[in-house]
C-alpha cells in the first residue's frame, strides 16, 4: 500500500475515535441531571449573604443564573466593566418563572443571568476565559438575604457535542476516500531480472584465432 492512502486512513482514524470520545464523554451532562434537580438550573458556583461580592473569572459561552432568597429584591452589578447589561434581569424577557418548577430551589427565585458573551473572544474557542470580575450583591433595604450564582454550561456541552460529531462524520468520509485511493493506487508488480545460461561452451579469442589460422594454411 502506498504512503497516500495510509496517512488517510490514519488521519481519518484519528478524527473518527476523537469525535467519538468526545461523544462518549456526555458534555451536555445529559445523564447527570434531571428537571428535578437544582443542577438542572446549572452547577453552584457562588454562595453568601448580602452585602456581599464575588470575583471570579467567567466564560463567555456559559450562563451565570443568579438566584436570591424569596421575598427580597437584591441589586446585582457587575464592578470592574464598562458594559451595561452583563446583567439581564428576567423581567426584561418575561422569564422570572423559568426556573418555578423545573430546576427549582427551595428558599430561592431566579432574578436574570449574568452573560459575558459580548465580552468573549469568539466563537472559534468557546472555553476561552472572558475575564476576571467582580459582581456585587446589595439588598435595596440592607438586609441580610442569600444569593447564589449557578454556572449553566449547556451550550459548552452542545458545543463540544456537534464538534465530536462533525469529527465522526469527518473521519467517516476520510476512511472512505482512504479505502478508494489504497485499491486505485496498488504497488506496481516488481520485476524479476533473470539471466539464463547457455550450456554450450565458450569459445576463447584465443581458440578462434588458431583456428582461423590452420584454415588459411590449408587454404
Known sequence: MHKVPKLVLGLGGILFVIGWAIIMMDP?????????????SGTLMFEDSTPTTFES??????TYNVFVQDGSTVTVEVLN???DDIFWPC?????CDEFDVDGHINGYHYIG?????EEGTGIYN???KSGTYEISFTEE???????MIREDTSFEGFLAVAGGVISCFAGIIILIIGSILSKVMKENPKVELTSTVSD????????ISKSEIGLIKSG
Open 141 to 147: 433595604n440592607g438586609e441580610t438575604v442569600n444569593v
Open 28 to 40: 451536555m451532562g445529559v445523564d447527570s441531571s434531571s428537571p428535578s434537580s437544582e443542577d438542572w
Open 126 to 128: 468557546p472555553f476561552t
Open 200 to 207: 554450450e561452451p565458450r569459445v576463447s579469442n584465443s581458440e
Open 57 to 62: 473569572e467567567f466564560k463567555w459561552a456559559a
Open 81 to 83: 466593566s464598562d458594559i
Open 113 to 117: 443571568e449574568l452573560d459575558f458573551e
Open 91 to 95: 423581567e426584561l424577557d418575561d422569564e
